[in-house]
């Protein structure tokens, strides 16, 4: 598409599009289509003029520009694989409608004074007071004494009194903030919901023909198919089970505290969680429906997840309201002067109290997000600022996420490649580190693993159990193989077996009774974690704990050198949690991190717990917060933010109080009009939301 360069500066482009109009859609299309291009750091596109501002690296500036300008070369609106790249909710539709409606509000009013005689004015502005004095009257009725009840009150002693100018004035004002705390509230939301629309991206699709389970692309999947979803794994698309029998947990749908058993008929929802069993399920709505919806749904609802400051600060507006009507009464009783006793109606505190600290939470969820963070309520943010004891999960947190596999030792004359494709075989329905590390290593050996075993069965926090060309197969820990399933090594090797390295993490895996091989697994520190320790302690928290599955000696190793305070080796899910509990019996506050099925229990138990990303969809579902599984450095910068969230609240608090108070005074002491202390009432409101909405972290920087 043909473009002009309209200016140009280091690492900055703007063109303008050769066209004669362009759409919200087609803007939307450009925007993600420059995002996209390699080396490009931010893009913003004007619909009206036609016009893209691109910023680019400067360190390789030459090549990105040539690179951008090529690509606009290529760029038609109409190309598939560019609407593709556009998500369904971008956020520029919701913003023209709010840009829309504040013109016409601005210039319904300008036209009105203009052109309508002084009569006819008077007459609309009662008209207009009858719906703000019906909906003060039915909040009265209903709710007792909050703003509306402040807000007829004002305009009603206005109409009466004959000065139809204030409250016309009155009205204007009440609208424009309406619609900018409508607005504000609205992108705030939209921001976080676009942010966290995180999709399965792949599924385990039984084929009609043979009955043989593919792992294939969610998007792949279409109405009438089938999909198998085991323990721990996400249901990623609405459907009827058709086999098996599973309990879900559907919190983040439904609301429901408890897990719902569901077999075949029962109806089962996207972005639910199976906690135990397995089920087959037919789908009946394709990718896509809803998602987003659901997202902005659990954003609201997250929104009554108040921290204890916001609560307190919302109480308090509700409880302001009768003091201010009283303090208005008061003042006529005191001064006789109407115009004074209306300074004070005209200015309240519920409003920018309760407006700035959900706007406040929300935009800290939002630029949580940005760092790869997804939170799910205030209440969580203010847990995290306030913990002084933090409980780890080795595998997967302190350790990487993508342990490898070292060397599979195998016994009783078993082929090392037959038992690393009977491992992946097995592990492949299971997500947690370990077993994405056997699936990977077969792959990158070409070994290619067709199902040929029964149902598996899987023991969480043990191992997996199945039957496999007849005789029963086992994969786990030492005391799953060898303590409950009680498997032995087989005679004459227990040498080979004693001279295990001890420097790896051990996979057992044993057919018929016998152990077959021991898949060594590298489980290597994270290069960020011994850092990641040393800053949480210098941010406050005393505690740090170290808790795994794994033998002594290997948790030994880990927490000398990553600098924890205390570790505890060989746990059981429910010893994670007993301890959690322990601690909070301690008087202790803690934060919980973990990724697997078995972090679950202690996940719920924590006053916040906290997933990685690429784990056990059941942990990142009852978690109330999901890190990046990338870098461990988002804990401290969720630290970090959640305490500048805490002081913007308490600092926003401290605000709101001092000059609505400074206001009233100036009211009483006739300096300033009703009118005066309604306008720097409202816009203190609006400014004080939209500086709620900025980032923290850049903000303390």
């Known amino acids: 598409m043909k473009c002009r360069i309209l200016h140009e500066s280091r690492g900055s482009l703007r063109v303008h599009m050769e066209a004669p109009r362009m759409t919200l859609e087609q803007a939307d299309r450009l925007e993600y289509y420059l995002r996209a291009q390699a080396g490009v750091r931010d893009v913003k596109v004007y619909d009206r003029t036609g016009d893209a501002i691109v910023r680019y690296r400067e360190t390789e500036a030459g090549s990105v520009r040539g690179a951008v300008l090529l690509a606009l070369a290529r760029f038609s609106y109409e190309d598939e694989r560019v609407k593709e790249l556009v998500p369904d909710h971008t956020g ?108 399965v991206d792949k599924v385990w699709m039984r084929r009609s023909g043979d009955g043989q389970e593919v792992l294939v692309p969610v998007h792949e999947v279409g109405v009438g198919d089938d999909i198998v979803i085991r323990t721990g794994n996400m249901i990623p698309l609405d459907g009827k089970v058709v086999s098996g029998e599973a309990t879900v947990n559907q919190a983040s749908i439904t609301g429901e505290s408890l897990p719902v058993r569901k077999e075949s008929g029962s109806v089962v929802y996207a972005g639910t ?37 916001e609560d307190r600060a919302s109480h308090l507006a509700d409880r302001l309201v009768p003091y201010t009507l009283g303090g208005t009464v008061l003042v006529y009783l005191l001064t006789r002067n109407v115009t004074k006793a209306l300074s004070v109606l005209m200015v309240d505190f519920s409003c920018a109290l309760k407006l700035s600290m959900p706007i406040a939470v929300l935009s800290a969820m939002r630029e949580s997000s940005y760092h790869h963070v997804s939170v799910k309520g205030g209440r969580f943010l203010e847990a995290v600022a306030q913990a002084d004891t933090i409980v780890f999960d080795k595998t997967g947190t302190l350790t990487h996420a993508t342990p490898r596999v070292a060397q599979v030792v195998t016994f009783g004359g078993h082929d090392e490649r037959e038992m690393l494709r009977s491992a992946a075989c097995l592990e492949e329905h299971y997500p947690h580190s370990i077993a994405n590390a056997v699936v990977a290593e077969a792959k990158r050996r070409d070994l290619r693993h067709e199902e040929h075993h029964s149902k598996v069965e899987y023991v969480v926090a043990h191992g997996i159990s199945s039957i496999m060309e007849g005789q029963k197969v086992v994969i786990g820990s030492y005391h799953f193989v060898f303590q409950d399933e009680g498997c032995v090594v087989p005679e004459g090797e227990q040498e080979k077996f004693a001279a295990l390295p001890d420097e790896y993490s051990h996979l057992y895996l044993a057919m018929a009774g016998e152990l077959a091989a021991v898949i060594c697994i590298e489980d290597p520190l994270r290069d960020e974690a011994k850092d990641v320790v040393r800053e949480l302690h210098e941010l406050g928290l005393s505690k740090i704990v170290m808790m795994t599955g794994d033998s002594e000696r290997t948790a030994r190793a880990v927490a000398a050198a990553v600098g924890v305070d205390e570790y505890h080796a060989e746990v059981l899910p429910e010893d994670k949690a007993a301890f959690v509990k322990k601690e909070h019996e301690a008087g202790r506050r803690v934060i919980m991190i973990g990724d697997g099925v078995n972090d679950s229990p202690a996940l719920s138990e924590a006053d916040a717990g906290i997933a990685i990303s690429d784990g056990a969809a059941i942990a990142r579902e009852i978690a109330d917060i999901t890190v990046s599984a990338d870098d461990l450095r988002a804990l401290v910068t969720l630290r970090r933010l959640s305490g500048a969230l805490m002081s913007r609240i308490d600092r926003n608090y401290r605000f709101i109080m001092s000059f609505n108070l400074l206001l009233i005074l100036l009211g009483v002491g006739g300096v300033a009009a009703p009118t005066t202390t309604a306008l720097l009432h409202n816009l203190s409101t609006i400014g004080i939301a939209l500086d709620s909405m900025t980032n923290l972290l850049e903000e303390e920087e």
């Not at 840009?99 to 207009?128: C, H, I, Y």
């Not at 709505?285 to 997202?295: C, F, L, P, Q, V």
Request: positive net charge.
């Open 92 to 199: 520029r539709l919701l913003n023209r409608q709010y840009e829309d409606r504040l013109v016409f509000t601005v210039l319904r009013r300008g036209f009105m004074k203009l052109f309508f005689p002084m009569g006819l004015q008077n007459a609309v502005t009662v008209a207009k007071s009858v719906r703000y004095i019906w909906k003060g009257l039915r909040c009265l009725q209903k709710s007792g004494l909050e703003v509306p009840v402040l807000d007829a009150t004002a305009i009603l002693v206005s109409v009466l009194r004959r000065s139809y100018g204030t409250a016309s004035s009155v009205m204007f004002l009440l609208d424009i903030g309406d619609i900018l705390e409508e607005w504000t509230h609205k992108k705030s939301v939209d921001d976080l919901a676009r942010t966290m629309s995180l999709n």
């Open 273 to 309: 969680v199976v906690e135990e069993g397995e089920c087959v399920i037919r789908v009946d709505k394709a990718m896509g429906g809803g998602r987003y919806d659901r997202i902005v749904r659990m954003i609201e609802e997250s929104e009554k997840l108040k921290s204890q400051t």
